[in-house]
T-cell receptor, first 112, second 112 residues
Framework: GQSLEQPSEVTAVEGAIVQINCTYQTSGFYGLSWYQQHDGGAPTFLSY????GLEETGRFSSFLSRSDSYGYLLLQELQMKDSASYFC?????????????FGTGTQLKVEL | IAGITQAPTSQILAAGRRMTLRCTQDMRHNAMYWYRQDLGLGLRLIHY???????GKGEVPDGYSVSRANTDDFPLTLASAVPSQTSVYFCASSDRDNNEQFFGPGTRLTVL
């Protein structure tokens, strides 16, 4: 099976940098994804890491280390609108397609 | 239609009743998925379909069934609803080899 662990809550101030960690146990996977979900809304895709290292998309960056079974999402220049829940997810090797197993999510609160 | 639509938006259902949640996408994606989201448990995969005519079981399939008669539609049926099926249900779709899943707005279901 697969399991992913994330901190339940993180608080940071506007303009700061915050890192949301994700540790996982899996028998194998294609890559690690990150999704954002605002209260009452649908999850939206942020990033995907197939290989070890850093992927940068604007203010957001995502990192993967397969040897450490660890990844993180880095958010820079935090804005109030970044207050949301963030989920890591792995794309498993079995079943074909793009089946995802999600972590339990991290609620990010951005304060003034 | 643009993207994925789900119906109904919300529903209150008596235990033991049959209910079908509807999901339609217009992006011609091969793969579709049903997730449930419960507080503290993140998103859990119920059933998926890699292409029209095929379906598979996810992490929590018991009590649910799906069909995929065509590319666009992927209904989820609760044959005899139970209170533990109270949840928010999200439908999603993706190209088979694309890492990004697109989510619908969700259906909030309460079983009493």
């Amino acid at each position: 099976g697969q399991s992913l662990e994330q901190p339940s809550e993180v608080t940071a101030v506007e303009g700061a940098i915050v890192q949301i960690n994700c540790t996982y146990q899996t028998s194998g996977f294609y890559g690690l994804s990150w999704y954002q979900q605002h209260d009452g809304g649908a999850p939206t895709f942020l990033s995907y890491n197939a290989l070890d290292g850093l992927e940068e998309t604007g203010r957001f960056s995502s990192f993967l280390s397969r040897s450490d079974s660890y990844g993180y999402l880095l958010l820079q220049e935090l804005q109030m609108k970044d207050s949301a829940s963030y989920f890591c997810a792995v794309r498993g090797l079995t079943g074909g397609g793009n089946k995802l197993t999600f972590g339990t999510g991290t609620q990010l609160k951005v304060e003034l | 239609i643009a993207g994925i639509t789900q119906a109904p938006t919300s529903q209150i259902l008596a235990a033991g009743r049959r209910m079908t949640l509807r999901c339609t996408q217009d992006m011609r994606h091969n793969a579709m998925y049903w997730y449930r989201q419960d507080l503290g448990l993140g998103l859990r995969l119920i059933h998926y379909s890699n292409t029209a005519g095929t379906t598979g079981k996810g992490e929590v399939p018991d009590g649910y069934s799906v069909s995929r008669a065509n590319t666009d539609d992927f209904p989820l049926t609760l044959a005899s609803a139970v209170p533990s099926q109270t949840s928010v249900y999200f439908c999603a779709s993706s190209d088979r080899d694309n890492n990004e899943q697109f989510f619908g707005p969700g259906t909030r279901l309460t079983v009493l």
